[in-house]
Structures are given as structure tokens and as C-alpha cells.
């Protein structure tokens, strides 16, 4: 158990306005639609023959991904609407769709025209879009982040998954 306190202190102090979950004992579903379940299944399964690895995982999961997105009607159509009460502004709409031990699914939901900051999400997965267009710039960090609310950027034309490949 003191394990566990420490990895949540790691993460509170990465990401300080984040709240850390207690273990799961079930799933928790909130899309219930065939494709979905078949998705959802699917990573599951490869989370656990690719032993957690994160660039395989993704390797293998994407194409089972892109072919969930070119279905239509799995979604309900209140996660696919934007939210102008939640705490991300803009209208950004963020749903939970799936969470368990091993893997969350989320929709976000960005309203059309809307410009996010430069942001880095703290995390791994895969993005893909249901619906419209996104357009996207990404960065990579040059300097060490030593100053509050500067970073000196480069544009990257490889996405940062992509770049961890490489290494």
C-alpha cells in the first residue's frame, strides 16, 4: 500500500489539479453499443499479449481504433456535444466513455473554430476523430521547463509517438 500512495504523490505533483482515482473493483461502461464492446474487448486483449508497451500496444491497436471511428451510430449523440458548464472553457465537451484498470476511453469534444493553448496532455494513447476536422500543431520542447509559464518550442513535424519509436 505505500507503493501505491507514492505513485499517486508522483502524479498529484506532475499534474496538480488532477485528482487521483482509487482502484477500480468493476469496469464502469457508459456506452452501451456492440461495436463499442467489440472495441473495447479488443484493447483489452492486446493491453494484456503485448505486457503494457506502450508503442506496441498503440502499433497494434490503431487500425481496430480507425475502424471503430468510420462507424456511425455507436456513439449516442449527447457525447458527441459539447459542454458549455464543464471545467476545460470554451464549450469543450469531455465524456467519459469506458474505464477500467487498464484503459480509459474519453470523447472530447472541441466546438468548431475553437483555438486551444499550446498544452502537452501528460499522457499516451491514440486521438482520432469521429467527426469534422482538427488541425494541428505539434511541438517538441527545447528547454527544461525551468520557467513557469515559458517554453522555448520547436516545431515538430513528427508526433511525439512517433519520435519515441525512433529512439
Not at 36 to 59: G, Q
Request: aromatic letters at 8%; a negative charge; zero cysteines.
Amino acid at each position: 500500500m505505500p507503493r501505491l500512495k507514492e505513485e499517486k504523490s508522483k502524479i498529484q505533483n506532475l499534474m496538480p489539479h488532477t485528482t487521483a482515482l482509487e482502484p477500480l473493483e468493476t469496469d464502469q461502461w457508459f456506452v452501451d453499443s456492440p461495436e463499442f464492446s467489440e472495441f473495447v474487448a479488443t484493447a483489452k486483449e492486446i493491453i494484456a499479449t503485448t505486457n503494457h508497451n506502450r508503442i506496441k500496444t498503440l502499433d497494434i491497436l490503431e487500425p481496430y481504433f480507425a475502424a471503430l471511428l468510420q462507424k456511425r451510430d455507436w456513439l449516442p449523440e449527447h457525447f458527441a456535444q459539447p459542454n458549455l458548464e464543464g471545467g476545460l472553457g470554451g464549450g469543450i465537451g469531455q465524456w467519459l466513455l469506458y474505464r477500467s484498470q487498464e484503459l480509459t476511453i474519453f470523447s472530447l469534444v472541441i466546438p468548431p473554430n475553437s483555438i486551444t493553448p499550446i498544452h502537452d496532455h501528460l499522457s499516451w494513447g491514440l486521438v482520432g476523430l469521429y467527426q469534422g476536422k482538427q488541425e494541428e500543431t505539434v511541438y517538441r520542447r527545447l528547454d527544461k521547463g525551468q520557467l513557469e509559464g515559458f517554453g522555448d518550442l520547436q516545431e515538430n513535424k513528427i508526433p511525439a509517438i512517433l519520435e519515441e519509436k525512433k529512439r
